[in-house]
C-alpha cells in the first residue's frame, strides 16, 4: 500500500464550486504539506503543517484554506474554484527535518 | 523569497549518453535533494545531501552539495530510456523554519533508443 494517498486523483469541476481534496498518510509523520505544480514552475507551497494544531501559509495560499482533521489527514479546500487554479496538487509528509514524501497527485481542472 | 535556479530546463539525448544538470541559489542551504518525476506521479526522491562537499551516489546517479553551499549537481551516467523525466532540486535555505523545501523549475530529461 502507498505510503502517502490522496483523492480524487482527477477532478474536473467548475468556476466557483467548492472542491476539497484529501491527503492520508501512514508513514507516522507530524508534517504534512500541499503543493500546486504548474507547467515550468515547478513545486510551490500552499500550505504546510508540522503538527495537528499547527497550519502556516506558504508561499501561494491565497484562494486556499486547510484542514489537519488528524496526524495522518491533511485536506485542502478551494472555497470558489476558479480557472487559474488549474493544475496539478500534491501532497507530502516528512520527520522532523530532511527530505519530503509525496503522493501521486490529484489533478484538477477548473472549467 | 527564496528562488532555485535549475538549468538546463530540458534535455535531448540519445541512450548512453552522461547527463549533467545543475541548481543555484543566491542564498545558503543545509540541505540538498534531488527528486524525479514520471508521467502521472508525485516526485520520487533520488538523493539526499547534508554536507558542504558531500558526493553521493545512487546507482548511476552522482549528486555533489557545492562547497559554497548555494549550488549542487546531478549526473546520470549512460542513460537509459527509463531516466526519462522531470529531475528535480530542492533545498533548504538555512533561515527557514523546519523542514520547508524550496523547489527549483525541473529538468526534463528525453532519452532516444
Known amino acids: 500500500d502507498a505510503d502517502v494517498t490522496q483523492t480524487p486523483r482527477n477532478r474536473i469541476t467548475k468556476t466557483g464550486k467548492r472542491i476539497m481534496l484529501e491527503c492520508s498518510q501512514t508513514k507516522g509523520h507530524d508534517r504534512m504539506y500541499w503543493y500546486r505544480q504548474d507547467p515550468g514552475l515547478g513545486l510551490r507551497l500552499i500550505y504546510y503543517s508540522f503538527d495537528v494544531k499547527d497550519i502556516n501559509k506558504g508561499e501561494i495560499s491565497d484562494g486556499y484554506s486547510v484542514s489537519r482533521q488528524a496526524q495522518a489527514k491533511f485536506s485542502l479546500s478551494l472555497e470558489s474554484a476558479i480557472p487559474n487554479q488549474t493544475a496539478l496538487y500534491f501532497c507530502?509528509?516528512?520527520?522532523?527535518?530532511?527530505?519530503?514524501?509525496f503522493g501521486p497527485g490529484t489533478r484538477l481542472t477548473v472549467t | 523569497g527564496q528562488q532555485l535556479n535549475q538549468s538546463p530546463q530540458s534535455m535531448f539525448i540519445q541512450e548512453g549518453e552522461d547527463v549533467s544538470m545543475n541548481c543555484t541559489s543566491s542564498s545558503i542551504f543545509n540541505t540538498w535533494l534531488w527528486y524525479k518525476q514520471e508521467p502521472g506521479e508525485g516526485p520520487v526522491l533520488l538523493i539526499a545531501l547534508y554536507k558542504a562537499g558531500e558526493l553521493t551516489s545512487n546507482g548511476r546517479l552522482t549528486a555533489q552539495f557545492g562547497i559554497t553551499r548555494k549550488d549542487s549537481f546531478l549526473n546520470i551516467s549512460a542513460s537509459i530510456p527509463s531516466d526519462v523525466g522531470i529531475y528535480f532540486c530542492?533545498?533548504?535555505?538555512?533561515?527557514?523554519?523546519?523542514?520547508?523545501?524550496?523547489f527549483g523549475e525541473g529538468t526534463q530529461l528525453t532519452v532516444n533508443p
Open positions: 507530502a509528509t516528512s520527520e522532523d527535518a530532511g527530505f519530503q514524501y
Open positions: 530542492a533545498g533548504q535555505p538555512v533561515e527557514t523554519s523546519g523542514s520547508r523545501l524550496t
